[in-house]
């Protein structure tokens, strides 16, 4: 269950620069491609001729070919043409709202009258050279809603990252969850503990002494169908914390765009930008190399949940208080999967 | 859904040489082996004693011994012995008529007293010394009727082969379907163009110039159950093309025997007849692995084909002329599948 | 199906001394886990917080501590602690009855309060210190009781492990089964025969000659739920066979425990207990080696044996002479599962 009138990430432009990328997203096969230099198109990976996937085609003259037969296929959902065919009267496939924005490819899986591009928040971060970003990809078998509730309590880090950016006092700061609209935010705040390993090392690349009690801070941001962004960061303790003047501080965002593949299974797309040094390309890489080897820590906890979750689908489980980003963010999701799943004109109480 | 009444080719000699080989053949559990040295047997894998697979055991004095406790099977699928047991009882496994004809093992995997080795088509190319074989073996998940189709429609090479037997010609000339009984003839003939890189090298190992307009021809020939050959070939431009004389051409039969494992996966025999330097076994060799490097192109097709159409099983495929083949040979099908399903007595018209 | 009142062996101490081991028994997602040293508790794989397995966790102050959000589980599935939560409310899991006896860890997967680790049977070999004993386990895809089959049915030694332990003899020796109570005896004696090669290695082993004809026997004792062990061995000949002087014999016993992970795959304790040269360290490994080689040669027939069985369910198998032991152990097992199924209070006939 996910809402699919919504904007979800579907790729980089990375994995469409040589060639076509077949992926599901959201239950529907769908390809994407370059049809000219810096346009980008998303379509059903099905050729309306035999049925191979358009993925395995290539691209020529602004339109994608089909691999099998060379039916050439426009961008919507039309075909345009095929070697000694007529082909007006070939059946549309169906081409999906798609936009290139921030350094990601976003597609709308749903009803395309309702894709409008201003609905993909605003993200600072993308847009602004001082700022800096590193991220990747991961393919990972787990309800959607399972990687949410994960962003969502960073108490996680004190186990599943206990050698980086976990630490004792994450436990001990009580978050608090708050919800305005539409997003659901919850905030923890540490005061003048130790920083961990990966913050040490942020303090260092940014010039600041690694050996003082810190104030910490992690708030958390989930926005629909499937955002997280974390602020995260330490500050010389005493100094303001999140408020410090930046000469204290070593902070970040941390970037979590989830999408489903199937019901239990996403591509999530994770990284960091920072506000500090954007044009280090060394430290982009070391901390994205870092990020990469933290968050695959999530990977064998959250398949694992999924099976217990999926082999004992009557239990109820716990909603704490560290729970609360979560269970709200679900609140949030299961309301709008109601209201897709309303006949036109009937509203459904928030 | 595939004919059972009907030869299918099930191995090839050497499979079979060392030791018995278990293989699924429209659905059915076969083990294929040599009860003596020329002879040839096919029984149900299946011990009667535990359902041990046949398979796993080794011949004897002719008979099939169970490698789990012993048991001795004849041909015909009665138990002749077992270690101090009385055997006279035991059930009877089914044995599968079978014959090694023409370097392949042919099994009929329906009604046994409907098995005529005559049914088996005569192949010109595979007795007569004057010509030479090379091929081999691919399993691939897809249904056999899209192998068929494949095969029935070559303007794919223009696609899936465009480095080695592909060329804008193909798609350029209209091919010419006919059926005659239960044979459906798909021909196409280019004109005064350029050899393609595989068809080159065919009229250098001919000792012929590589570098003048040819004359091309490809005639696709569906006889049932599923076997598809084609004549393929190029003639010096002018000379008569197809009927030229053999001192202008290289041509050759593709070999194409299709075996349904299960509804969505086939074995797949390959391989190529000529009728030129028959002797010359590492023209053999070259032939054969340049083929198997062009047909292994097809796989991920077909399978992400097949997966396309189990995904979307309500979609209509678009029949064009290119697709007559396939189509022709689709209806010839259903037909001998609809009279094996008839009661005996009926008849299913034409 | 299997009993679940039963005590099943769960795994080996080597395989929790480091960390806790999530391991299915008998359809139960069980972590298994030291709580202290010596101590084992065993509790279900899946903590009350938000499902995630508790075997990828680790131990605290006797405390399984959830390596997701920190969650302080007892060994009697009550949750302890959790930073910064109160727990009382939070709703148990279950825990099993665990017993650490014999080099082994057993587990009761049924009703807690029926388990009795007085029912896990006497073995001799694993106190004494004149036995040594060396073992292994192999996770194999059949029902458990397919390899009861196979261990209370030596004939099939003259086939799967015809170069080691296999013999024309066997064959030709008639086993006789008796059953007392719920104990099922399978023995088979062949008098002046060859060794073969694994017996004339532990002759040599014992200092004997390996050369001579020698009485063999085979003594395969299968007690509920799953355990088959066997008296084997060889004496010279006519020194009174199973019964000769000690300084005539090599002998062992074979120990079986199988233990059904889902209804058709296993948990395949293997190994052998020996009464000569224990303290020899090197001799336990050399066999342990052997055996492991051997053992392994069934894994394929066992998991194609289940294949064939589960595409065929409806065929009935034969029940010879040589099956006695499997079928009279199936009987037992069958009485053992029908009690538990029964409604308390009433009785089941034997």
């Known amino acids: 269950m996910f809402p699919k009138n919504a904007w979800y990430v579907a790729c980089t432009p990375d994995e469409i620069a040589d060639k076509p990328l077949g992926r599901m997203v959201c239950g529907e096969r769908i390809v994407f491609y370059r049809p000219r230099a810096g346009e980008v198109a998303a379509l059903e990976d099905f050729c309306p001729h035999r049925g191979a996937p358009l993925s395995l085609g290539f691209v020529a003259d602004g339109r994608l070919v089909c691999g099998y037969h060379g039916l050439e ?23 999906f709202p798609v936009v290139e924005r921030y350094g990601f490819i976003w597609v709308w899986p749903g009803e395309a009258d309702k894709a409008d591009p201003a609905l993909i928040h605003h993200l600072e ?43 004792k006092e994450i436990d001990e700061a009580p978050p608090v ?32 002494a690694d050996d003082v009690p810190v104030d910490r801070w992690q708030i958390c941001r989930f926005t629909p169908p499937s955002h997280v962004l974390i602020e995260v960061g330490v500050a010389h303790a005493g100094h303001g914390g999140y408020h410090a003047d930046p000469k204290y501080k070593a902070s970040s965002i941390v970037v979590d765009f989830i999408t489903p593949e199937t019901e239990t299974s996403i591509w999530y797309f994770w990284g960091m930008a920072r506000h500090f ?20 820590e999530d ?17 109820r489980l716990l909603k704490l208080n560290i729970d609360a980003g979560g269970v709200q963010s679900r609140r949030i999701l299961d309301r709008l999967i109601a209201a897709e799943q309303q006949p036109a004109g009937e509203t459904v109480p928030a």
Chains 1, 2, 3 share one sequence.
């Open 299 to 315: 990977l064998e906890m959250l398949e694992q949940q999924q099976r217990n979750l999926l082999a004992y689908p009557e239990r």
């Open 277 to 296: 040094k954007p044009q280090d390309a060394a430290l982009t890489a070391t901390i994205r190399e870092g990020q990469g080897k933290i968050f695959a």
């Open 73 to 95: 296929m426009g961008c919507d959902g039309r075909t345009v043409a095929m070697p000694a065919q007529r082909v007006r009267g070939f059946p549309c496939i169906r081409s």
């Open 177 to 208: 969850t708050t919800v305005e609209g539409d997003t659901v935010i919850t905030a923890r705040h540490m005061e003048n503990v130790q920083a961990p390993p990966f913050w040490r090392a942020a303090l260092r690349a940014n010039e600041l």
């Open 125 to 167: 971060w993308a847009d602004n050279p001082e700022w800096a970003y590193g991220g990747g990809l991961y393919h990972i078998n787990c309800d959607y809603r399972l990687m949410v509730d994960n962003l969502m309590d960073l108490t996680h880090e004190t186990y599943v990252h206990s050698t980086s950016i976990g630490q």
